[in-house]
C-alpha cells in the first residue's frame, strides 16, 4: 500500500510556497504521493503542477476538484498539461462536492448528481486515454473533439465516490475511488464489496483518514472534533459516519502512539486499500513533524 499525505485538509493557512514545502518534505521523507484538497484557496491542479517542478519522484494527486464548475474538457486540458509538467506523476481526483457549494453558493443545478458524474467520465474519460470523445447527452454534448498535449500519457481518475451509484461509476467508468471520512468498517463492508461487484478486481481505493501520533488523545480528539466540524454535517460524509457507528469525524480519526497508528494503516491495507491518504492533523506543538517522521518510518 502506498502513503501520502494530504494538504489542505487540516485547515492551515499556508502560502503558496508554503505548500510547496510540505510536498518536498514529504518527497524527502520518503511517502509515495501527496494529495491537495480543493477547497476555497488554491487550485488544487495548478498548485500541483508547481510542486511537480520542484519535486521529481513523488506521485501528486487532487482530493478532490469539484466537477460542475469546470467543462470536463477544460478540466481534462489542465489536468494533461500538469501530467506532462510533472512526468506523468499526476492522477486526477473529481467529485460532486455538495449541493450547499453547488447549488446554494454557486447558483448552480445539483440535480441528478449521479447522471451528471456518468455524462462527465464519458466525456472526460476518453480525453485522460488520448481519445477523440463524441457524447450526445443531458447535460453535456460535445462532438469531435481531441486533445493533444505532448508529454501526457494515459491519465488516471479516480472519484469521489462514497454511494453505491457513485462507486459503480468509479468501477466502471474512472480508475477507482479516492475516500474521505470512510472508517476502516465501512471500507471493508461497503466501499470494497461494491467496488468489486460492480466488476473492478483491482481498483485504485484511496483512503484519506485524519491522523495524529500523540498521547495526548483526548485532547487530540476535542481539536480533531472542532476542526473538522463541517465534515460531520455534510449529508455524503454524514451517511459514512452512521455506517460506521461514529458520532463525528473525531471517533475515525487514527490518534494514539505508534503501535496503534501501525495497527490502523495495517488493517487498511490488508483489506485491500491500494493507498493510504494521511491528514496530519497539528493538534499540538510538533504533533505534525512527528507523525509524518513516523509515517517515513513505515516506508523503510
Not at 501527496?34 to 487550485?43: E, G, M, P, R
Not at 449541493?99 to 445539483?110: A, F, N, T
Not at 462514497?162 to 471493508?188: E, F, I, R, S, Y
Not at 459514512?240 to 469525524?249: I, K, N, T, W, Y
Amino acid at each position: 500500500m502506498r502513503i501520502g499525505v494530504m494538504i489542505g485538509a487540516d485547515g492551515a493557512n499556508n502560502t503558496l510556497d508554503d505548500v510547496i514545502e510540505v510536498a518536498k518534505n514529504a518527497e524527502n521523507s520518503g511517502l509515495d504521493n501527496v494529495w491537495l484538497a480543493n477547497i476555497f484557496s488554491f487550485d488544487a491542479i495548478t498548485t500541483l503542477a508547481l510542486i511537480g517542478r520542484e519535486t521529481q519522484r513523488i506521485g501528486l494527486g487532487t482530493a478532490v476538484t469539484p466537477t460542475y464548475p469546470r467543462h470536463p474538457t477544460a478540466i481534462a486540458q489542465q489536468a494533461l498539461t500538469t501530467a506532462a509538467a510533472t512526468n506523468n506523476r499526476f492522477t486526477l481526483g473529481i467529485g460532486l462536492s455538495h449541493k450547499v457549494v453547488i447549488e446554494d453558493m454557486l447558483g448552480m443545478s445539483y440535480d441528478k448528481p449521479a447522471k451528471h458524474m456518468r455524462e462527465y467520465l464519458s466525456v472526460l474519460m476518453p480525453l485522460a486515454r488520448g481519445e477523440q470523445v463524441n457524447f450526445e447527452g443531458e447535460q453535456y454534448r460535445v462532438r469531435g473533439v481531441a486533445l493533444d498535449v505532448p508529454g501526457a500519457e494515459r491519465l488516471p481518475v479516480v472519484i469521489a465516490g462514497l454511494g453505491p451509484v457513485m462507486l459503480k461509476l468509479a468501477a466502471q467508468l474512472a480508475d477507482g475511488t479516492n475516500t474521505w471520512m470512510v472508517g476502516p468498517k465501512t471500507m471493508d463492508g461497503h466501499i470494497l464489496p461494491a467496488l468489486h461487484d460492480a466488476g473492478n478486481a483491482d481498483p485504485t481505493v484511496v483512503a484519506g483518514m485524519p491522523i495524529v501520533l500523540t498521547t495526548n488523545v483526548d485532547e487530540a480528539k476535542e481539536k480533531i472534533a472542532k476542526d473538522l466540524t463541517i465534515y460531520g454535517q455534510l449529508p455524503s460524509y454524514r451517511a459514512m459516519l452512521d455506517r460506521e457507528g461514529a458520532a463525528g469525524p473525531a471517533d475515525i480519526a487514527i490518534v494514539g502512539d505508534e503501535n496503534q497508528l501501525r495497527g490502523e494503516i495495517k488493517r487498511f491495507a490488508d483489506m485491500g486499500v491500494t493507498d493510504f491518504n494521511a491528514a496530519i492533523m497539528n493538534t499540538e506543538d510538533g504533533a505534525y513533524d512527528r507523525t509524518l517522521e513516523f509515517l517515513s518510518s513505515m516506508k523503510g
